[in-house]
């Protein structure tokens, strides 16, 4: 079973920053892909971003040129650097995992834009 923790989340006023870590208990290397998604209430869980194993990244339109996607293999991690964010980037972040046959889910964090 694979783990995934996320942490970074909590209250910003808009035009600030927040970066979110998703630490995973196996090797990145093991997964199709890396992502984040959200959630806002009322609406259905869309993708933020995400990198695939050789690297190639994929970003909502809502979010490109604002957010990015890194991911450190060295402590698998994967980061979400989220800057000149605006209320309607209020939602829970979940971070994601593509395995060979299953996907995996971290518990999620909040993240809340309001002045």
């Known amino acids: 079973q694979v783990q995934l923790v996320e942490s970074g989340g909590g209250l910003v006023q808009p035009g600030g920053s927040l970066r979110l870590s998703c630490v995973v208990s196996?090797?990145?290397?093991?997964?199709?892909?890396m992502g984040w998604y959200r959630q806002a209430p009322g609406k259905q869980r869309e993708l933020v971003a995400s990198?695939?194993?050789?690297?190639?990244?994929d970003y909502a339109d809502s979010v490109k040129g604002r957010f990015t996607i890194s991911r450190d293999n060295i402590i698998d991690t994967v980061y979400l650097q989220m800057n000149n964010l605006k209320p309607e980037d209020t939602a829970v972040y979940y971070c994601?995992?593509?395995?060979?046959?299953?996907?995996?889910w971290g518990q999620g964090t909040q993240v809340t834009v309001s002045s």
């Open positions: 994601h995992a593509r395995g060979t046959v299953v996907n995996y």
């Open positions: 196996r090797s990145i290397f093991s997964m199709d892909a």
């Open positions: 990198m695939t194993s050789d690297g190639s990244l």
